[in-house]
Structure formats: C-alpha cells, structure tokens
C-alpha cells in the first residue's frame, strides 16, 4: 500500500521556524514530484511548495516564497519542508503529495498520493 507519512507539525511562535518531513512507505520516491499544501480553516487548499524528482527544480507559492524551502533525501525516502519565519496566517494542516509524473506543481490535481496532514499553529 502505497503511503505518505507527515510529521513536524506543532505550535510555535511567530518568527519562529519549523521542518516537516514526509516519509513514504511501500513505495520509493526517488521517481516521484512531491508537493506540499496546506489548509487553513475556513479556506481551500493551496499548493505552497513542490520538488521535482531529480530535486533540481522547486517551486513556491508567493505566499512563503523566501520563507520555506522545500528538499528531498531519497536516500532516506523522505522529502523536507523548513519554514522560517512562522507568522500566524501560516496556521494550517499541512500535507504532502506524490505525482507518479516526476514534475512539480502546485495544482493539486497533479498529484496521486496523498497523505493525511499535520497541524501548524503559529501563536504567541
């Protein structure tokens, strides 16, 4: 069965930086684009970061562009999302996803797998 596994996810303060990790489990992701979304309550799901399978292109939403960076390890089977810079309208579940495709996208549609999230909450 194929599985994305995030974790990282808690409460910090605002300026503060978390990293997310997405690990995935019977299958490897070396061939996989993995992207990273979030919802906050109330809203829609937005695409804020992607990789591709090589790991040399990433793309990010303007909304964290020069705040988050996303990367992969797959030696490790894992794909990383470091945010810097926490404000608290980056509250949201966040969730990663693979593309059998291999490119990046921040359209969700893109995307085959799915894991099920981890909350961020930003507060003092």
């Known amino acids: 069965q194929l599985q994305l596994v995030e974790s990282g996810g808690g409460l910090v303060q605002p300026g503060g930086s978390l990293r997310l990790s997405c690990a995935a489990s019977?299958?490897?992701?070396?061939?996989?684009?993995i992207g990273w979304f979030r919802q906050a309550p109330g809203k829609g799901r937005e695409g804020i970061s992607c990789i591709d399978s090589s790991g040399g292109y990433t793309e990010h939403a303007d909304s964290v562009k020069g705040r988050f960076t996303i990367s992969r390890n797959d030696a490790k089977n894992t794909v990383y999302l470091q945010m810097d810079s926490l404000r608290p309208d980056d509250r949201a579940i966040y969730s990663c996803?693979?593309?059998?495709?291999?490119?990046?996208?921040?359209?969700?549609?893109?995307?085959?797998?799915w894991g099920q999230g981890t909350q961020v909450t930003v507060s003092s």
């Open positions: 996803a693979a593309s059998t495709y291999g490119a990046c996208s921040l359209s969700g549609g893109w995307y085959n797998v």
């Open positions: 019977g299958f490897t992701l070396e061939r996989y684009g």
